[in-house]
């Protein structure tokens, strides 16, 4: 028979607390990435909108609509505009006022910047409509903060799990893997970016 191997000596104490405080950042990138990945998604999505604002409104779509209500009553321009308004089926609720421009052209506003304009004397005219984006609308409130109030400390928080997410990942990993290995090119690629940019932009 061959002898029992004998036991592999304890770790050293130093060791053993750096694989403990490894685990524990591995836990907390974990679960806190748990928490945030719902935000990390809308903010991503918002901030792919958002950057783009130039060339599209993120927040709204704007159209369009023509109309042929017949011509309009003689009257004074409150009952021209009460007519329109009775004719086009618009919301009364969502009325702003009413302005004749000339004495053909009748604009009545609406909420959200909306707009009838027609021809009294024809009943042609235009509706300008203009509709929230569905998810995006909410989705930009969010990342904007237009919520203000008890929203400013859920961003706060989020934010505050973003930088933890950033330094666990940077700092569970050891050897060739981590920071002082091949993470510091990694670090130093994503920081030379924004640092690229920016000396770009400002010199």
Known sequence: MTAPEAPAPPAPRR???GIMWRKWLRIFHRDIGYVAVALIIAYGVS???VNHIE???PNYTFAERGFDIGPLPAGDPAALADAAITRLRLDR???RGHFLETARELRVFLTDGQEARLDVTTGKG???LVARRPVLFQLNALHLNNLKG???YVADAFAVALI???LTGM???KGDRGLLGRGKYFVLAGLAVPVGFIAYAFA
């Open 93 to 95: 609720a969502s009325v």
């Open 150 to 152: 008890a929203w400013t």
């Open 164 to 166: 933890i997410l950033a």
């Open 171 to 173: 700092t569970m990993m």
């Open 126 to 128: 235009k509706l300008k």
């Open 15 to 17: 060791a053993r607390e």
């Open 47 to 49: 901030g792919l909108a």
């Open 55 to 57: 060339d599209w409104n």
